[in-house]
T-cell receptor, first 114, second 113 residues
Framework: DGGITQSPKYLFRKEGQNVTLSCEQN?????MYWYRQDPGQGLRLIYY???????QKGDIAEGYSVSREKKESFPLTVTSAQKNPTAFYLC?????????????FGPGTRLTVT | GQQVMQIPQYQHVQEGEDFTTYCNSS?????IQWYKQRPGGHPVFLIQ?????EVKKQKRLTFQFGEAKKNSSLHITATQTTDVGTYFC?????????????FGAGTQVVVTP
């Protein structure tokens, strides 16, 4: 089946630790995105990548880092510098289709930092 | 900067009733997308509107793009419990980077049987 996978579904970490969230897609999409969603809120863009070995900061990149070494993979690291890391993290991908670039989302990772 | 407002933030609906949710932009849009997120789930793409005044239907859901391409609406008829979730509109960010979307805050729909 084609799609986006994120692992793990739930993640618990102690404050001060870095943690890496996995995102893999087999849709052959060029662009990938990371969003953060807080309870009752919309989606806020953390980082995005339009091509391998290139990525750009989104609206809330502070305290996060990414890499795009392969087209299929776009891992997100939540560093200890992120002040409020507890949230629902969503990865998405899109392709240049005629008229627009609808995004396909993975199931998400719920990160809890205590 | 570009602003996207969704109204209402919450919508409580009796099963079988109709309702409409709105998405308003501060700028003229090239297109608008709608997504649905079920409780505990992830957003799923529903539809994209491109043309001024465009109307598209998906079963009981009717999507409309305003004539000025600055607003859109989603109308659901005969609401069912399967319609529960949060509906987001998303618009292209005004940058040179293709594919980037700005999401509204969403309309959370609760259906009472």
């Amino acid at each position: 089946d084609g799609g986006i996978t994120q692992s793990p579904k739930y993640l618990f970490r102690k404050e001060g630790q870095n943690v890496t969230l996995s995102c893999e897609q087999n849709l052959n999409h060029d662009a990938m995105y990371w969003y953060r969603q807080d309870p009752g809120q919309g989606l806020r863009l953390i980082y995005y990548s339009q091509i391998v070995n290139d990525f750009q900061k989104g609206d809330i990149a502070e305290g996060y880092s990414v890499s795009r070494e392969k087209k299929e993979s776009f891992p997100l690291t939540v560093t200890s510098a992120q002040k409020n890391p507890t949230a629902f993290y969503l990865c998405a991908s899109s392709s240049r289709t005629s008229g627009g670039y609808e995004q396909y989302f993975g199931p998400g990772t719920r990160l809890t930092v205590t | 900067g570009q602003q996207v407002m969704q109204i209402p933030q919450y919508q409580h609906v009796q099963e079988g009733e109709d309702f409409t949710t709105y998405c308003n932009s501060s700028t003229t849009l090239s297109n608008i997308q709608w997504y649905k997120q079920r409780p505990g789930g992830h957003p799923v793409f529903l539809i994209q509107l491109v043309k001024s005044g465009e109307v598209k239907k998906q079963k009981r859901l009717t999507f409309q793009f305003g004539e000025a391409k600055k607003n859109s609406s989603l109308h659901i008829t005969a609401t069912q419990t399967t319609d529960v979730g949060t509906y987001f509109c998303a618009v292209p960010k005004r940058t040179d980077s293709w594919g980037k979307l700005q999401f509204g805050a969403g309309t959370q729909v609760v259906v009472t049987p």
